[in-house]
């Protein structure tokens, strides 16, 4: 995110990705997937609004062969930009800072998880359980990639403490009214122990109505993670991380979830912006593991 003082940023990213399953599976095979990401953010001054608040929006392009549905059959994901070929605006928001409170009110169309169960440390690993925990992912219509939907969401921070807290639409790809299809509700607390230690708890329900089947069913669930740095920048460092999640209710899939994981930043004195990732997941179904 551009600093506050930045009057207009635009931003374009394009990435793509072959995935090749060799044995297994649904079948070996070769997929391609790109994606391209494109936006711009200005702040609220530029167009008369307030002091202190920003204005973003995004649009998403995405071509994928499905991996994971026609070559690999994996539940948690192989490629985290693995989705159905479609053009469409991806965020679209409005944020406000205030000078006398450390608080922060967003509202639009949200990625949730930019925001909520983040694991900054797995996020170059392509696996999607390391972007979001499917303990939350599989169990209720979590607003996320690829489509997020209408929300509202505040942080409120004091030193090395924070509280977020945010309403969802409770069917994301539903954008013809917020909240028309329930609510999913997500609160998390943040907390700095040591300057190299960050420990993340959070609570979510989903009183959702997407499901015709279900429209009473409510499903909560909680999740947890901490990350770890040991070592200094100018010896060497390296970041742990685990983060664990539970749920339950009436349209469960997956009750517990793990992920875990080491982070290297600049393993070569030669090459300072490389750096190596390896993790662990496992979603934990009603009847086994995935």
Request: with cysteine.
């Amino acid at each position: 995110m551009p600093a506050q003082g930045t009057p207009f940023y635009i931003n374009t990213n394009l990435a793509f990705e072959s995935v090749s399953n060799l044995q297994g599976g649904l079948k070996a095979g070769t997929s391609y997937d790109g994606l391209l990401n494109a936006g711009f953010a200005m702040n609220g001054t530029v167009i008369g609004l307030p002091e202190g608040g920003r204005f973003r929006v995004t649009a998403v392009a995405i071509t994928s062969g499905l991996p994971d549905n026609n070559l690999i059959g994996d539940f948690q994901g192989a490629s985290n930009i693995e989705a159905q070929n479609d053009v469409h605006v991806y965020d679209m928001w409005y944020r406000q800072d205030f000078d006398t409170l450390p608080l922060r009110l967003r509202f639009g169309i949200i990625d949730a998880n930019a925001y909520f169960n983040v694991t900054n440390s797995a996020g170059e690993l392509l696996n999607s359980s390391f972007g979001i925990t499917p303990a939350l992912s599989a169990n209720a219509p979590f607003s996320l990639y690829p489509k997020p939907g209408y929300g509202m969401t505040a942080r409120y921070g004091i030193g090395k403490t924070e509280m977020l807290a945010g309403v969802f639409n409770g069917n994301s790809l539903d954008r013809s009214l917020p909240l028309d299809s329930g609510q999913f509700a997500v609160a998390e607390w943040q907390q700095g122990v040591t300057d190299s230690t960050l420990f993340k708890l959070g609570t979510w329900e989903c009183g959702c109505t997407s499901n015709p089947a279900l429209p009473d069913a409510n499903t909560r669930g909680a999740y947890t993670s901490i990350e770890h740095t040991v070592g200094s920048s100018t010896d060497g460092q390296y970041t742990l991380f685990l983060d664990v999640a539970a749920s339950n209710g009436a349209t469960t899939v997956v009750p517990r979830s793990f992920a875990m994981g080491v982070h290297y930043p600049s393993i070569f004195s030669s090459r300072p912006n490389d750096a190596l990732s390896a993790g662990l997941t496992q979603a934990q179904f009603q009847h086994g593991a995935a």
